[in-house]
């Protein structure tokens, strides 16, 4: 059985960077032809994809956010991590972290975690 954990700090100061790491059991994240998102959800509004980490190694971000985003992976922990710099107050949503098979839908998700923005 596959489980997604995210973790990191619910608050975030604007301008600091928010970091966030998804860390993953019952599956490798370096096999199986999955990539590993991230997603959030800004409250009121729908999800947003920020982007993925594959199997290979090999990351895409959403171009509205690609200036920002970085997403890093440590197969030693089977782990990968969210960095998105210079946030603001928008940038307030629950954030999640989730798997999909190449040419396929999410099926694996983390329960979310709130991360907001503010001093």
């Known amino acids: 059985q596959v489980q997604l954990q995210e973790s990191g700090p619910g608050l975030v100061k604007p301008s600091q960077t928010l970091s966030l790491t998804c860390t993953v059991s019952g599956d490798s994240i370096a096999s199986n032809f999955y990539y590993w998102n991230w997603i959030r959800q800004p409250p009121g509004k729908g999800l947003e994809w920020l982007g993925y980490?594959?199997?290979?190694?090999?990351?895409a971000y959403n171009p509205s956010l690609k200036s920002r985003t970085s997403i890093l992976r440590d197969t030693a922990k089977n782990q990968f991590t969210l960095q998105l710099s210079s946030v603001t107050p928008e940038d307030t949503a629950v954030y999640y972290c989730a798997g999909n098979p190449v040419a396929g839908y999410y099926d694996y998700w983390g329960q979310g975690t709130q991360v907001t923005v503010s001093s």
């Open positions: 980490i594959s199997y290979k190694g090999a990351t």
